[in-house]
């Protein structure tokens, strides 16, 4: 169990600063876009709907919030069998969550 958390601790460090970066990104393009005008990006059109960005974005996002969730439901509960459910419900939802959002890409670029 502790070697779980260690390993959902190093997820949540190593995700947080891409996420902010991509997250910055996204919301300076899409300011970008509604001013029209160059003050950050020449093209924030194309790095705001790059489809490989929103990948990276969706597959950070689902291992920042699976290993943070781990992480809050470990340090607050404190009945195993609870515990056990709650993370099970976790990773079900966090899962659907991601498989929804790859789908999603997939149904917009024509896969599916």
């Given amino acids: ?3 779980s958390l260690r390993v959902a601790l190093i997820i949540v460090e190593i ?3 891409p996420l902010l970066v991509l997250m910055l990104l996204y919301i300076l393009s899409g300011y970008q ?3 029209r005008s160059p003050i950050f990006f020449p093209r924030a059109e194309i ?3 790059d489809p490989l960005l929103r990948i990276l974005l ?3 996002t689902y291992l920042h919030s699976l290993a943070g969730l781990i992480l809050l439901i470990n340090r607050r509960i404190r009945n195993n069998t609870i515990r056990n459910i709650l993370e099970y ?3 079900l939802s966090t899962s659907l969550f ?3 959002c790859i789908a999603l890409e997939l149904f917009l670029k024509g896969y599916i």
Wanted: charged letters at 5%; zero cysteines.
């Fill in 98 to 100: 991601l498989a929804f």
């Fill in 1 to 3: 169990m502790a070697r």
């Fill in 33 to 35: 876009m509604m001013l």
């Fill in 15 to 17: 995700t947080s600063l």
């Fill in 58 to 60: 969706i597959l950070l």
């Fill in 47 to 49: 790095i705001h709907t």
């Fill in 89 to 91: 419900i976790v990773i």
